[in-house]
Nanobody, 124 residues
Framework: QVQLVESGGGLVQAGGSLSLTCAAS????????VGWFRQAPGKEREIVAA????????TYTDAVKGRFTISRDNAKNAAYLQMNSLRLEDTAVYYC?????????????????WGQGTQVTVSS
């Protein structure tokens, strides 16, 4: 059974940083593009960032450009989301997705491979 497990969420003050990890049981992990999504209360799930299989191509939603960095380590079967300069509006449950269709500038998630999510709460 494929598993994606997010970790690293928590409570942080505005302006602070958090680093999320997505640990994957997909093998070989390097075959799969990865996307990070978030869903705030009352809102639809939205893409935050995505990375292609090699890690050499990444894409970000405009709201996080310059503040968030997506990366991956295929040897460790993990993807990461480094979040800096956090804002109140970044508060959401963050999910990782794998196996989707990655194109430069976009990522279409694969519905079968979602993690359970990790809560990120930014306080003032």
């Amino acid at each position: 059974q494929v598993q994606l497990v997010e970790s690293g969420g928590g409570l942080v003050q505005a302006g602070g940083s958090l680093s999320l990890t997505c640990a994957a049981s997909l093998r070989p992990f390097s075959d799969y593009a990865v996307g990070w999504f978030r869903q705030a209360p009352g809102k639809e799930r939205e893409i935050v960032a995505a990375i292609n299989w090699s890690g050499l191509d990444t894409t970000y939603t405009d709201a996080v450009k310059g503040r968030f960095t997506i990366s991956r380590d295929n040897a460790k079967n993990a993807a990461y989301l480094q979040m800096n300069s956090l804002r109140l509006e970044d508060t959401a449950v963050y999910y990782c997705n794998a196996g989707g269709a990655y194109y430069t500038g976009s990522y279409v998630p694969f519905d079968q491979y979602w993690g359970q999510g990790t809560q990120v709460t930014v306080s003032s």
